[in-house]
């Protein structure tokens, strides 16, 4: 019966390797191949307990193996900074580091939009709190107010990590919206240049260098590109050649781009 209590009870990490001597090696070796061995051996030796942790993180959106190459990460940093010195076993050293190291990669490549650190922390208090008041008030949603009172925030900012919720990950264009019987996706949603705006402005800025000309080029000018004439009619209706038209409008246009790109500089 007592075996089996202390299976039950057994630590996570009862299996660490015993390594006092080994990092008290490690301080006094100076640098080289035979120091360098060593910290493999100890990276290798505690390697198994930098993935047991790097699975409590799993299904949160992130490849199992990509944390556990995040927790090794960890544990190198680890085994470089320990001290034994201090006294402390190595264990109660390494799992807040490298459980740390985890949360910053996290916090730091595994959200589509850039949100403060900040606004990071307050999302996580919100969370718990939330998680924690969905179980003692069954049946509907927790207020902000609650929400607020039970994280030991201020309104203002539980409604901060209320809205962070929601910026972990990004809507697709291509999704669905809700309720949507025809495909309807966000993307159908969206504006796109409206190309009739540079027009108007374009003749906003000639108008009055259009009202300058004289009569006779204003008139030309209207009947070829309002009127929609043909030179040739142009120059039958006014008497003139269809050379001497043509040569009046490029001369025209000439003057008005020449002017209008003088205004706007």
Request: glycine share 4%.
């Amino acid at each position: 019966m007592r075996t089996d209590a202390r299976k039950t009870n057994r630590h996570p990490h009862d299996d660490a390797p015993d390594t006092a001597a080994s990092f008290r090696k490690l301080t006094e070796m100076p640098h080289g191949p035979e120091r360098d061995a060593l910290r493999q051996e100890l990276v290798r030796a505690w390697l198994p307990m930098a993935e047991r942790l790097a699975s409590r993180f799993r299904n949160r959106g992130e490849a199992l193996d990509d944390l556990r190459q995040v927790a090794a990460l960890g544990l190198v940093k680890a085994v470089d900074r320990y001290d034994p010195e201090r006294g402390s076993a190595f264990e109660s050293y390494a799992v807040p580091t490298v459980t740390g190291e985890i949360k910053r990669h996290f916090r730091d490549h595994m959200w589509t939009l850039h949100v403060p650190r900040r606004v990071q922390d307050l999302r996580n208090r919100v969370r718990f709190a939330r998680q924690d008041l969905m179980q003692t008030v069954p049946g509907r949603t927790p207020t902000l107010a609650e929400i607020a009172e039970k994280a030991q925030l201020s309104e203002e900012d539980a409604a901060a990590g209320l809205e962070a919720l929601e910026s972990f990950t990004a809507l697709s264009l291509d999704a669905e919206l809700p309720g949507s019987e025809d495909g309807y996706a966000l993307r159908d949603a969206l504006g796109a240049p409206d190309p009739a705006l540079d027009v108007v402005i374009d003749r906003e800025a000639v108008k009055p260098r259009l009202a300058a000309l004289p009569e006779r080029e204003r008139d030309i000018l209207y009947m070829r590109f309002f009127g929609d004439m043909t030179q040739s009619r142009i120059a039958e209706e006014l008497g003139i050649s269809q050379m001497h038209v043509s040569r009046l409008i490029s001369r025209c246009c000439d003057r008005l781009r020449d002017q209008v790109m003088q205004d706007a500089a």
